[in-house]
């Protein structure tokens, strides 16, 4: 009998789909049933006044068609709006499911402890007068959260929101005015203002809901929450978040990298660009601004970005609707020159490009069109066109395999019927896999064939521009996801010595700084150190105090070297004359020597001034100067940075952000996207500089940063890169003083969860074969697919309870590229030969609470019947209690009587459905 473990139908689906799967067993996301599906509400602060927040939320929710039952509580009065008003929650007939406050913020910490004490744990607070409002406000949310951790079953939404609505239900707790049509699209937002706006907006053009929800301060229930609620509900098919902040980056971006590939997310960031931006201490610092920090996150976890508010439901509706563009090459046919090339213009401005046609499809367009067509894309098929030349254009240009999206433009001009028009596109759109957007121009005549354009689920837009900016917004999504899921290579990267000694001896060297206050910044000496540890090539500088010293050590290295200056106080030494390039002899050292202690002295008198170092001068020939860096960010902590580096690196801002820890792929798609990639592969009879050794740079910096919560900021610039490899000819780290002595959880200070080195584990099986245990990783695929081919059919049906189709990268990037937060899956690999061979695998997948987790394993047939099975899930349960989590659960069918036997060796209750033959095990963890 095959040794297996099937996964439940919660986790199957999960792995058909991909999102974070909540079995039967698990409890309600989060705990938030209660808001979206409540059976009774409390209305507390009720008022008789019907244009208050409360009199607004009562008439909504009476008017609306809610099916349950409101309490208005307010000691003052004996009813509301005819409705029997009490005076406190104790005096209420049955326990609600569901509170509203919409009292002074004052008197809201005091409701919320009363709502625990009566068994509510759900609570919306439309109250506002909290942060927003200054020191008071930010006092009386911290009294709120005090109470929220008391009663510790309580999820509080807001405050200063506008409440929820939900459709489908009829349910609308808010006191915006409206009930948009139920739909599948949720919309998520801190802002009540915008929600209205959006509401009213999203009515009149009959845009869909699943769940409208406004979040307001995200006291407790947050983005990253909603989304792992959302996302597990079968009526939302696509999320739309409008943000002002982030609170929890690793909790977001972990909710959101669950679901981006199947729930498509779509995000607005407002306040781009705040006016309140720090001083940085580094080109870093100064280069990875706060916007350019999240629109790396997005996409690092996949979300699509919109730049304007008005785009956002055109994008979410493309994406939702399943037909994502394979590339950015979009065929444009028209009924008019001229929007035709407004659309192009836009499309290359978007970093898009026009489908080049093939020469049977031109030859087919000059069979089907009038000898006076364009002849090439934009197809304009004339003013004079019918629907069906337009129709006929669209139909052959759909199929060429150089076309990954169509973008028909129509104008209102005598000869054309957009309402026929219309009808003809709606029906090529039922049959194609490929995208088909629409701009009908103009006024009343082209409303009628929007209309049916609309109703078809075709998008329709009223310029080419908009359409343009929905399709590259749709390209962007898909590249993304695909960058996400591409394998990488396997590059090795040892250190020259013991990252946990050098650690012990960070702290000490960061100390013979000598720096008082928040930060130290390091020297270049010291800072090169460290990089040398981790294996990043160095020049290295020598110190000299003194003109006559600084001669002496330029002619121990030998020239032509480089003089700069030595100061605690100078990050930037070329804005004040502190760097001397090409010195070739002992005449040019002096009289730098003295120029740039001249210089330094008039540019930044109060700089403390110990002395200069000198390094030998690499030419750079034929070679690229790079910035690589880290930056700690508030909200999102270490990110990476590299782009084009030298003196003009702040000016170009040719940059690109990463998130710690980066792989081989995520380290050259940020190479990739830079505006210098092509100096870097070889440009115009330039040599191309060693990108592997470039890529391997950055995974070792990636280390760094995962190691030392202590950097706030980083600088390498230059690092020079070339043919014949790399080097760091300057550095500078910058580390915040109040840490060095502090402990912290281990890579709290990433928002992304590093590879999970500490469950790597050796161990031997009773016939003393040597077993690897370790995480799997998404370098890992192939021999995934081998374990899964060493497998029988028998095996796999049990497994996967269906004759699984694992012989592709799409399907196995959801079993190797996991979250490490949520889920681990720890292979059992030997050495067979020269190779590694995984001979088994066990899967743990936690719920977004961290409370429950399911548990599953495959053996590999010839490996089964070795004890194997039994090591492993041992091992994998010792994982899940260093989690912490409560209760592990797991099924399996009645006929699988040895993986029974493991678990009632274990403890586990055991309970058997006779109607299935499925098998349910749960244990206890604390």
């Known amino acids: 009998m095959s040794f297996y473990l099937q996964l439940n139908k919660g986790i199957f689906e999960y792995y058909k789909s991909k999102p974070i799967f909540i079995s039967n067993s698990f409890m309600s996301v989060h705990k938030l049933d209660s808001f979206f599906n409540p059976k009774r509400i409390a209305l507390i602060g009720a008022s008789i006044n019907p244009n208050s927040v409360s009199g607004k939320v009562l008439s909504n929710l009476v008017g609306g068609g809610f099916r349950g039952v409101v309490y208005p509580v307010n000691p003052k009065f004996e009813a509301v709006l005819g409705i029997q008003c009490y005076p406190d929650l104790k005096s209420l007939p049955k326990t609600p499911d569901l509170a509203v406050i919409c009292t002074a913020a004052e008197q809201v910490p005091e409701y919320i402890d009363k709502c625990g004490e009566s068994g509510i744990f759900n609570v919306i607070i439309m109250s506002a007068g909290f942060k927003e409002a200054g020191e ?237 067509w364009s002849k090439a894309n934009p197809v304009d098929v004339l003013g004079d066109a019918n629907s069906k030349r337009i129709s006929k254009a669209v139909q052959i240009v759909l199929p060429d395999k150089g076309v990954d999206a169509v973008l028909i433009i129509l104008t209102p001009q005598a000869m054309t019927n957009p309402t026929a028009t219309a009808k003809e596109i709606a029906k090529l759109a039922v049959d194609t896999k490929k995208p088909i957007l629409t701009a009908w121009l103009g006024g009343e005549r082209m409303r009628e064939g929007m209309q049916i354009l609309s109703d078809a689920g075709v998008p329709v837009y009223q310029t080419p521009e908009q359409a343009v900016r ?163 960010d508030s909200t999102f902590g270490t990110v990476i940075l590299t782009g084009m580096g030298g003196t003009g690196a702040e000016l170009f801002k040719d940059r690109t952000i990463g998130f710690p820890p980066l792989n081989e792929r995520l380290a050259y798609q940020m190479l990739e996207s830079l505006k210098i990639f092509p100096l870097l592969k070889g440009y115009r009879g330039k040599p191309p500089v060693k990108i592997d050794k470039l890529i391997e740079i950055l995974i070792r910096l990636s280390y760094l940063a995962a190691d030392y919560p202590e950097i706030i900021e980083l600088d390498i610039n230059p690092l020079l890169i070339s043919q014949s490899g790399a080097i760091a000819l300057d550095a500078r780290i910058v580390v915040d003083s109040a840490m060095l002595n502090k402990s912290a959880r281990p890579y709290e200070h990433l928002a992304m969860k590093p590879y999970p080195e500490e469950y790597i584990k050796e161990t031997k099986l009773p016939d003393g074969t040597e077993v690897l245990f370790r995480p799997i990783k998404p370098e890992d695929e192939p021999l995934w697919m081998e374990l899964l081919a060493s497998c029988s059919r028998e095996s796999i049906y049990s497994r996967f309870r269906y004759f699984f189709q694992w012989q592709s990268h799409e399907v196995a990037t959801r079993y190797c590229y996991i979250d490490y937060d949520r889920e681990i899956a720890i292979v059992a690999e030997i050495k067979d030969g020269d190779k590694r061979k995984l001979i088994g695998v066990g899967r743990l997948i936690a719920d977004p609470d961290h409370e429950t987790v399911e548990y599953a394993i495959l053996i590999s047939d010839s490996w089964q019947n070795r004890d194997i099975g039994g090591i492993l899930t041992d091992y994998c349960f010792e994982i899940a209690k260093h989690w912490g989590l409560k209760k592990i659960v797991a099924q399996t069918t009645s006929d699988n009587q040895r993986m029974i036997a493991v678990f009632q060796k274990r403890g586990f209750e055991i309970e058997v459905d006779p109607s299935s033959s499925m098998v349910d095990v749960v244990k206890p963890l604390l």
Request: hydrophobic share 40%.
């Open 136 to 372: 008071e406000g930010i006092k009386l949310e911290q009294q709120i959260k005090e109470y929220i951790k008391k009663h510790n079953d309580m999820r509080v939404m807001g405050p200063n929101c506008l409440g929820l609505i939900v459709p489908s239900l009829n349910l609308n707790v808010s006191f915006a005015s409206g009930m948009p049509k139920s739909g599948n699209i949720a919309f998520i937002s801190q802002s009540g203002a915008l929600c209205t706006s959006v509401l009213d907006w999203a009515i009149e053009k009959k845009i869909g809901f699943s769940y409208f929800t406004s979040i307001g301060n995200s006291l407790d229930v947050d983005f990253s929450d909603l989304i792992d609620f959302f996302g597990e509900d079968d009526k939302t098919k696509s999320i739309v978040l409008y943000v002002e902040s982030i609170s929890q980056a690793r909790k977001f971006m972990t909710a959101a990298r669950s679901f981006a590939r199947s729930k498509p997310i779509v995000a607005y960031k407002a306040g781009r660009f705040p006016e309140s931006a720090k001083v940085a201490a580094s080109h870093t610092g100064a280069m990875a601004a706060e916007d350019a920090i999240y629109d790396a996150a997005f996409k690092r976890v996949g979300i699509a970005r919109v730049f304007d508010i008005g785009d956002i439901f055109d994008c979410t509706e493309l994406i939702g609707r399943g037909k994502i563009p394979k590339g950015p090459k979009l065929c444009i046919v028209t009924n008019a020159g001229g929007p035709g090339v407004m659309a192009t213009d836009s499309l290359i401005e978007h970093d898009g490009e026009l489908s080049e046609l093939s020469e049977e499809t031109i030859a087919q367009l000059n069979a089907n069109l009038p000898a006076y």
């Open 470 to 632: 929905s399709f590259m917004t749709l390209v962007s999504y898909s590249r993304n996801l695909s960058s996400l899921y591409e394998t990488p290579k396997e590059i090795p990267v040892e250190f020259p010595i013991d990252r946990s000694k050098l650690k012990k001896d960070f702290t000490k060297l960061c100390r013979q700084e000598n720096a008082e206050g928040d930060t130290v910044i390091l020297s270049e000496s010291i800072s090169k150190t460290i990089l040398d540890a981790y294996g990043i090539p160095v020049s290295n500088p020598v110190f000299a105090n003194s003109e006559k010293e600084a001669i002496a050590v330029s002619n121990k290295t030998g020239y032509p070297v480089v003089m700069k200056i030595h100061s605690p106080d100078i990050t930037h030494k070329t804005d004040v004359g502190g760097v001397e390039l090409n010195l070739q002899d002992d005449e040019m050292v002096s009289s730098a020597y003295k120029r740039m202690m001249n210089n330094v002295k008039t540019k930044q008198p109060d700089a403390v001034i110990e002395g200069v170092t000198i390094q030998q001068m690499v030419k750079k020939k034929d070679g690229v100067e790079m910035i690589l860096g880290i930056k700690k």
